[in-house]
């Protein structure tokens, strides 16, 4: 009798370690996957303030202040154009 009972129960505690085995996995999967939902938040973020620095910096209103401001630059008062004929061109 009790060599019937033992493969059975030798089964039993073999489909049990698999049961806890795959639910461990399940969960560590989880767990990972969360944590790279939180990450990418976090990185979508830090993306946003950086576009929006960028787009502060690029602002033609901020290049002519500091252009003006900073560089001590300012408007010609007399612009000077030049025709390069495209013969000088094909020499180069």
Do not use: C
Request: hydrophobic content about 45%.
């Amino acid at each position: 009798m009790t060599k019937k009972i033992l493969p059975i129960l030798f089964l039993l505690m073999g489909i049990g370690i698999v049961h806890i085995f795959i639910n461990t996995q399940i969960a560590y999967v989880g767990y990972n996957i969360n944590s790279a939902k939180k990450e990418f938040s976090s990185l979508r973020d830090k993306n946003r303030d950086l576009a929006a620095k960028v787009a502060k910096k690029e602002s033609l209103w901020r290049i002519d202040s500091v252009a003006k401001n900073k560089l001590n630059m300012h408007a010609p008062e007399k612009i000077t154009y030049i025709i390069v004929s495209e013969e000088a061109n094909a020499k180069k």
